[in-house]
Structures are given as C-alpha cells and as structure tokens.
C-alpha cells in the first residue's frame, strides 16, 4: 500500500510517470473474481485492464465512450448495456448490485428483483413456443398435400368415367349385354362399374392414399392440439413475465463486468473497506422473449478470441457477435418439410394428361388468389424456389388463365352444359304445351321403399324431347348426340367431387329400377344423407383449424416484425445511450449523497438513458403487444383444435366411402334420354340412359367454404346462360374448388403489417434484419425472402386541378312562350385520381387510413 501511495503521489505533477512503466506496474491491484453482495452466488468478471490501473490513466477505459463501448461488447448484440459509473465517479459493488439485481422495497433495480429461476421459466417458454411453431408446420404440411392428393383423385374420378363411356361403347361388350336377359342385364352392367371402381380407386390405391393423407391431418392436428394443451401455461407465462427485459447472467452464472478502478487501490470485492471502493463496472439487461437469454461466459469469450474467431485481438473483452437467432419460421418449416413429398406427387400428376392440366389449374389458381405468396422473387433475393407454372399470368390478370380460357368456365358453366331445368322450369314448359316426344314427368321419389330419403329424378332440359340417337349433338362436328355427350352431361351433373356413374348409353338402357339397384344403397354407393350432411358439417372443422392456424402463423410473422424492430432500436439508441451518460452521468453521481447514488443513478438510466428502449419505450411496449396477441391467437388455436379432433374422428370413420350425391333440389338420377321407346323411366318396359354420383366427401377438405350440397345436379342458379341451351364442347376439365392456402392467406393479409414495419425500420440500423434475413436464408435456402420487402404500393397521383370553365353568355330569350335551353359548356375533364385503397377492418369492426394507407400499427388500439 506504501508503495501505491508513492507511486501515486510521485505521478501527480505533470508528466512525472508518463514513460514510467515501472511506476505504473506498482499500481496492480492483485484483484481476483468476487461474488455478489446478495447471496445468489453469482460471479463478478474482471475487466482486461482492471489491472493496468486507474480508469484516466489508460486509453481503453478513460472516456465514457471507451467504458460504454467496453460494455456493449461485454454484454452482446441484442441486449441491453448498463455501465455503472464514469471514469471520474465510479460506485462500489454493494451500489451496483442494488441497481442490476434489486434493492428490496426501494425499488432501485433496472430490470426489478432477481430471480434465480425466472429465466429457466422464459427459456422453458420460449422452447415451448418453438415446439407449438413445429406442430403448427406440420399441418400446414400435411394440408398443403392433401390437396395434391384430391388431385390425384380427381384424375381417377376422370379415367373411371373415361373407362364407363368406353365400356358403353364398347361393341363386344354390348353384343354380350343383348344376348343377356333384360332382367339382369343391370346386374351384368353393375358388375362391370364396380370393377372400374376398384380398378380405378383402390387397385390404384387413389382412396387408400386420400384416407392415409386425412389421418396423417388428423395426427397432426392432434398432435398440436396436445401441445397446446400441455404447454398453455408454461405459453401464458413466458408472455406476462418474459417479455420485458430482465438481468442476463452467463451460464457461468457471470453477471457483472468490473472495468477499472476509479478512485482507490482496492479491488471491488474487498470486504474490509467497508464500501469505500469506487469502480466503474458493466452489467447487462435482455429480453427473453426475443430468444435472447444470456450473455456469453467470460472464459469462453476469450477462448475464442485467442483462436482468433473475432478476427480482432484488440477488441474489448475478447466480445464475439452474437449469431441472430431466427427460430421456426412455420411457413418456410412446412414447405422444407413437405419438399420431398410433394415433388413426388407432382410427379405423379404429370404422369397423365389429365393429372398434368389439373396441376396446372391448381397452380394457377392459386397464383391468381395468393399473389404474393406464389410471386417470384429476383434473382438476387432468393436462391431457390420453384414457381407454379403459369403463375406470373394468373398473377398478373387478377384470373388463372386455364379457368379464363376455359369457355366452360369450370363446375357452374359444366352443369349449363347439362342443358338443365329445375323440375319447376320443367313443369312450366309442359303447362306452355311445349313439343316433346315424351310425355312423362320426372318421378318424385326412389323405387326403394322404407328408405327414408326425399330425394327425387331430374331431367335434362331435352330428356323428354325425343329418343337419344335423335337429339341434336353437344359435341362439336358430330350430327347425332353420342354416348360422349352423355357421358360429358353426367359428368356436370355430379361435378368434381363426385364419380360420375354414367347408366346406359346411347344403344342401350335401363329403367328406373334398375337404375337404383346402382344408385341406392348398392355395393358402389351408400345411401344415407344424414351422414354426409354430418360429414359436409365436420368438414368445416378442417376449414375453421385452417384459418385458425393462418391466424396463429400471422401474430407470430407481428411478432417476429417487433423482435426485429426492438433489438434495432437497441442497437439505434446505443450512440444516444452513451452521450447522454456523457453529458449527465458524472453530474449525477458527482452530486449525490453516498447513501443515495445508487437510487439515483437507477433513476437516471431508467428515465434517461434507458428511456428510448426500456420496458416503456415504444419498442418494447409494441414488442410486448404482439406477444399477448400470439397468445390471444394461440389461444384461440388450441379452442379449435380441441374440436376439430373430435370431428376429425368422426370424419374419418364414417365419411371415407362413396355415397350417392344429392343436388340442391334433392335430384340423385339425372335422366339423359330414352334410348328406344317412348316409356317413361319408372316404366318397366322403359329403356333410358341416366346418371347418379358416388360422393366421395373426403374431397370437401381444404375448400375456401364448405358446399350444403354433395353434387352440383341440375341447380338453376348455376346456369350460365338465360337460354338453356349451352352445349359441351368435348371432354373438358372443369374448374377446381377454390382451394384455401395457410401461407398465401397469411401473406396476402399482411400487406399493412409489412409496410408498417418498413416504415419503422427506416429510422434504425437495417443490419439486425438483414443478418436475420442472412439466417431464414441459411436455414431455409428455398424461402423466398423477396416476401419481406417493402409492399409495392403504386403512389397516388396528385390530383389535377380542373381549368376554370369560360363564363357563359346569358340566353336570349325566345319570342316562344317556352324558351330553349341553352346548354352550359361542360367543364374540362379531371384526370381521375386513384381511390384510396379502403383500410382492412380491424378486429372490432373499425377501420383507420391514411391516404388509403393505414399509418397505425395493429396494437395502437390496445395501447
């Protein structure tokens, strides 16, 4: 100590040590690593130039700038620096443990009282949260290739009728039908259908594979609804506790940065000074919501920095970036998850020529409604995705330009083709003494008696016109129609989710009977409308689960978006931070009364430099919203989930069959024509071709909205045209349902959410997002990081004002009692300005612009 004091009197008159190294050496202090005045057992750190001696006498630690500088890099990137002192008014560690750990009642502590197990509890939430994203991809996944799989069966329902119209066709097979007896010719027929349903659906494995993608949903649903379940109040703490920032210690249980010695040659843990040690020290605060749970251990840091990791050996504290944790991104998850798979099922598609315009179709669909989602990103923004073919047109005409070049114009123009009436239009037109061939009336009722459903016969707007081989064609270039006409009408008639039972042909038939030996309860189709209402009704659990999962992957893209806004508005406000600890900081410690500094120099961090990103800021608050809305949707998640498996249960059991379709006016049997008498159907004697459907309602699942009815029929309100009579040109596809896509609704509704996160990231650092950017692109290589750009929103032209219109001259008045008018010359025309674009509708109804463009983030109502 003698030999300290020397050295430090000997250094007072100007220059006396400066070229001294020896004299400056006597001032180490011997100072080793110390425990915190609390009891919690955490470790103190020293600082590499503790030892060199007092913070003014060395380069490294005799500014603010150099001190604060040392601590951002003690505690990392994302987190919060507090240095404890200046370099001319330091605090001993019993003040600096009051401020970074707590003081009891008088409330000194930055981050509130320590809690030793509170950032288990975060880190344990976070992790939870993470499992939930995982579960939450997987049904995205297992959606996204159910709907390639209703594909594949679309494409047999399409080769089952193609192999029905050959089969009735077919020469050989009906020379075999006429040497049969009449009487069992149906079952002959049905014989033959029944084959082609099993060649087609199940020798195929078509309906195998829809069941197996259904139950692969249902365990994923399942699997998130448990979950949900089981981490819901791990979930809701995490929200209330971890989203505002707390002490981060390392796993070395280090909490705090001893810098350099400010006024004394003890060292800060020195016991017997009774708290008359002064030195600058650092600790660090964090918020564990934002991933962020720890600083990185003392020992480790420099490990590294020997081995040269940080490409700096001068860099204070051997401080190593923090890498920019990313988390599960769930839609870029499901798409990396279902790569494999749907690679092969498109493949499979395009195995067929009708697999290949169905996949087309599809992509283009949704290239016309998710725009955004299905976009291409430049070159210089992704590495890798494949982009639906087509999707550049769908998204440009607003339209998928296979539906705009369709003269079909898919499932409703389909059925015009039918060239259907309802049974009252039919009705109507015998009343009106129309000519027909015929004189029958389509039976209101089944052949089967006790079966208990309303259902009832349909005809087409021709059925009673003449005999088949003598109506006019439907098939462009043929003189007669043909059983391809037929077939074409039935398949309108049971639409796309239907197999199309084509019963008879242009050369032979049957009559109503026989006909429902097929269509009513047969060994090709149950007959039970209760249960497919009940299976349409739990198909709407799929859809509900659908968009509650859009909802959940959208709060967790808002809070994503304020992560990064949070931890760049730390990074922003470090330069802010440091200046105003310059400007202020030495005057509040230099003034107050020892037993007071700590509570002041607390209240000065807070209020002052703290004030721009701690829990109060801005950032911080919006940060703390979007976690309570994630848990608000994650909530709402797990509510619908829990049902969904009870329906998704029943589904599976009692809705994996065929079952005979039924129209919105009850029609199960489309009666074509009558191929050789003038019976009528119901007669026994009658000979008619006719058509029934096998609903398949697994093909329900995944639609935007959920059909009342299993078949299209003969539904009025479908025909295109007044007239009635639109023809089928040939053997078309119809259009596809209008199939809802998770990721494509998440983007397209979050326009707004992106371009106020532009609009806020402009007055920060970009570095934080783009380095995220770097990591999503590293983890996912296919995503497509052109999605979180700028929206491009055309500006508004600025309106032109009119010319100021010539004065009109005054009329002369007209000898007549009734004057002419003489018009006033009209104004020039305005250019048009664009109309705002009107603001989505808020959650309670209400809606804020700006020029079209909502300025208000989507928790200032909450706030």
Not at 72 to 97: H, I, K, W, Y
């Amino acid at each position: 100590l003698l030999a300290t004091a020397v050295a430090l009197v000997g250094c007072l008159s100007p220059g006396a040590c400066d070229n001294d190294e020896d004299s400056r050496r006597a001032s180490q202090f011997g100072c080793t690593s110390f425990e915190d005045t609390q009891g919690f057992g955490l470790s103190g750190v020293l600082g590499p130039y503790l030892e060199d001696g007092m913070c003014t006498w060395e380069e490294p630690t005799d500014t603010v700038e150099d001190v604060f500088n040392m601590c951002s890099a003690f505690c990392g990137e994302g987190r919060l620096p507090v240095p404890l002192g200046t370099p001319t008014n330091g605090l001993n560690l019993e003040d600096m443990d009051k401020i970074c750990l707590g003081d009891g009642p008088n409330n000194v502590a930055l981050f509130g009282e320590y809690n030793e197990t509170l950032m288990r509890e975060c880190r344990k939430g976070y992790m939870a949260l993470e499992l939930i994203k995982t579960r939450a991809a997987d049904v995205v996944k297992e959606i996204s290739l159910l709907h390639l799989e209703q594909l594949k069966f679309r494409v047999v329902m399409k080769q089952a009728i193609e192999a029905i119209t050959a089969t009735v066709s077919n020469e050989e097979f009906l020379q075999d039908l006429q040497l049969t007896d009449r009487a069992v010719r149906i079952m002959k027929y049905k014989e033959r259908l029944h084959a082609i349903i099993d060649d087609n659906f199940y020798s195929l494995n078509a309906k195998p594979n829809l069941e197996a993608a259904m139950t692969r949903i249902k365990v994923a649903v399942a699997e998130l609804a448990n979950q949900l379940g089981r981490k819901e109040a791990i979930l809701r703490s995490y929200v209330e506790d971890c989203g505002r920032p707390i002490l981060a210690i390392s796993a070395a249980e280090e909490y705090l940065l001893d810098i350099c010695v400010q006024d004394s040659p003890r060292c800060l843990g020195d016991q017997t000074a009774n708290g008359a040690v002064y030195h600058v020290g650092c600790c660090c605060g964090t918020m564990p919501a934002t991933g962020i749970f720890d600083i990185v251990a003392y020992a480790e840091r420099e490990a590294r920095r020997l081995q040269g990791e940080d490409g700096d050996s001068t860099v204070d504290i051997g401080s190593i970036p923090d890498a920019i944790g990313i988390g599960i991104e769930v839609c870029f998850e499901a798409q990396w998850k279902a790569k494999s798979a749907k690679a092969a099922l498109e493949e499979e598609l395009r195995s067929s020529e009708q697999g290949t315009e169905l996949l087309r179709m599809y992509n283009e669909a949704l290239a016309a409604k998710y725009p955004i989602w299905i976009q291409e990103c430049p070159a210089d923004r992704r590495l890798a995705a494949d982009r639906p073919p087509g999707a550049a047109n769908g998204a440009a005409n607003g339209t998928a330009s296979a539906l705009a070049r369709d003269p079909l114009e898919g499932v409703a123009a389909s059925l015009a083709a039918v060239g259907a009436d309802s049974l009252e239009n039919l009705r109507g037109r015998r009343a009106q003494g129309d000519t027909t061939k015929l004189a029958c009336e389509p039976p209101g009722a089944t052949t089967v008696s006790g079966l208990g459903e309303d259902i009832v016969v349909a005809f087409s707007k021709d059925t009673d016109d003449d005999l088949c081989r003598l109506l006019p064609p439907l098939t462009d270039g043929e003189d007669l129609r043909s059983t391809i006409d037929l077939s074409g009408q039935c398949e309108a008639f049971c639409g796309d989710e239907a197999v199309p039972l084509l019963l008879g042909g242009i050369n032979f038939g049957f009559n109503h009977t026989a006909m429902d030996t097929v269509c009513i309860n047969s060994d090709i189709v149950t007959t039970d409308q209760d249960r497919v209402d009940q299976c349409l009704k739990n198909s709407e659990a799929f859809q509900d689960v659908d968009i509650k999962v859009a909802a959940f992957i959208q709060s967790l893209t808002e809070l994503n978006l304020a992560k990064i806004l949070y931890e760049s508005a730390v990074k922003a406000k470090l330069p802010e931070m440091r200046t105003k600890i310059e400007e202020e900081g030495d005057e509040t410690l230099m003034y107050a009364n020892n037993e007071r500094k700590a509570e002041e120099y607390s209240a000065f961090l807070r209020d002052q430099v703290l004030k721009s990103v701690g829990a109060n800021s801005q950032p911080a608050l919006n940060y703390k919203v979007a976690l309570d809305n994630m848990l608000v949707k994650a909530q709402a998640l797990k509510d619908s989930v829990d049902a969904a498996v009870v329906a998704y249960t029943d589904f599976l059991e009692n809705c994996g069959e065929l079952f005979t379709g039924v129209g919105p006016d009850q029609e199960y049997l489309l009666d074509l024509c009558s191929q050789s008498s003038l019976a009528c159907v119901e007669e026994t004697s009658a000979t008619h071709a006719g058509c029934c459907c096998g609903y398949m309602p697994y093909m329900s699942v995944g639609k935007e909205q959920t059909t009342v009815d299993s078949i299209p029929g003969i539904s009025a309100a479908s025909l295109r045209d007044g007239s009635g009579e639109a023809r089928v040109g040939g053997r078309r596809l119809s259009q596809l349902p209008d199939y809802y896509d998770i990721c494509g609704s998440v983007w397209q509704e979050s326009t707004e959410m992106f371009e106020d996160f532009h609009n806020d990231l402009g007055e920060y650092d970009k570095s934080i997002f783009e380095a995220w950017l770097a990591k999503l692109n590293a983890r996912y290589p296919d995503a497509k990081l052109c999605l979180f750009d700028p929206p491009e929103i055309p500006p508004t032209p600025a309106p032109t004002p009119a010319p100021t219109p010539a004065p009109t001259p005054a009329p002369t008045p007209a000898p007549t009692p009734a004057p002419e008018l003489v018009p006033t010359p009209a104004l020039s025309p305005t250019p048009p300005t664009l109309a705002p674009t009107p603001a989505p509708e808020d959650e309670d109804g209400g809606n804020s612009t700006n020029g079209g463009i909502s300025s208000c983030r989507p928790w200032a109502a909450t706030l």
